[in-house]
C-alpha cells in the first residue's frame, strides 16, 4: 500500500516512524505542488495530509481536491484542536486526526480509510435506480445523465443507502458504518453530509433521500 504524505519534515519522521514498522511505502513532501505532482505520475492509495500545509493558491488547493476526488483517494488531514471549525466549513476529506495524536489512532484510521478504499476499488458492477447510476468500478455517480462529484464520504453514504433501498438507518448507524464510533464531528456530520448529498442530486423535496422522523434517513424505494 502506498501512502503520499504531506507534513512538516518533523512530523514526516514521527509518521514515518509508525507507518513504517507496518510496512507501507509512502512519500513525505512538504509542499502542496509537489504532492500534486507525485498523484499525477504515480497516483497513491491513501494521502495524509497537515492541514496547515494545504497552501499554495487556491488553484493548487482546487487541483489537489479534484485529483483525490476524482480518483476516489481517501484523505486524512491532520489538524490543530483550535482550527476544528475551520475543518468542516469544507468536507471534502475521508477523516481526520487532531494533533497531537498516538500512533495508535493513526493506524486505526489509516486502516480504516484504506480498507474503504479497497472496497470500494475492488467492486464492479453497476447499481442503477432509475436515473441513478453508481459505478462502483469507477466510483462514478450518474444522475439523469450528468456526472456528479460527491467527495469520498458522500459517495460512500449514497452507495449504501441506494444498495439497502427502503432500509432506515439510524445516524448513530451511519456514522458507525462509515466513520466510526469515536469520529469527533457525531450526528451533525451525518446530516450534513445527507444535505449535500441532497443539494447535489437536486433533491430539493427530500423525494430521493426521505428523513424517518426521530430516527433517521432511507432511500425512496421508488424508481424515479
Known amino acids: 500500500m502506498r501512502i503520499s504524505l504531506l507534513v512538516r519534515k518533523d512530523e514526516g519522521e514521527n509518521i514515518w516512524n509508525i507507518l513504517s514498522r507496518k510496512g507501507y511505502e509512502f512519500q513525505a513532501l512538504d509542499d502542496l505542488e509537489d504532492v500534486i505532482m507525485e498523484l499525477e505520475e504515480k497516483g497513491t492509495d491513501l494521502a495524509i495530509v497537515d492541514m496547515d500545509l494545504l497552501t499554495g493558491g487556491s488553484d493548487s488547493l482546487r487541483k489537489f481536491k479534484d485529483i483525490v476526488l476524482d480518483s476516489c483517494i481517501p484523505v486524512i488531514v491532520l489538524v490543530s484542536k483550535v482550527d476544528l471549525f475551520l475543518l468542516f466549513e469544507d468536507i471534502w476529506f475521508t477523516d481526520f486526526l487532531v494533533k497531537p495524536f498516538s500512533s495508535e489512532e493513526l493506524l486505526i484510521r489509516v486502516t480504516k480509510a484504506l480498507k474503504g478504499s479497497r472496497t470500494n476499488l475492488e467492486e464492479t458492477g453497476i447499481i442503477r435506480h432509475g436515473d441513478l447510476i453508481i459505478d462502483t468500478e469507477r466510483c462514478k455517480v450518474i444522475f439523469k445523465g450528468k456526472d456528479i462529484s460527491l467527495t469520498f464520504k458522500e459517495y460512500e453514504l449514497l452507495k449504501l443507502l441506494v444498495s439497502n433501498k427502503g432500509r432506515v438507518f439510524r445516524r448513530e448507524e ?43 434517513y432511507k432511500f425512496n424505494e421508488e424508481e424515479f
Open 174 to 216: 451511519l456514522l458507525s458504518k462509515l466513520w466510526g464510533y469515536d469520529y469527533y464531528g457525531g450526528d451533525r456530520t451525518v446530516d450534513t453530509h445527507i444535505s449535500r448529498l441532497r443539494n447535489k442530486l437536486g433533491d430539493y423535496d427530500h423525494k430521493y433521500i426521505q428523513t424517518v422522523r426521530n430516527i433517521g
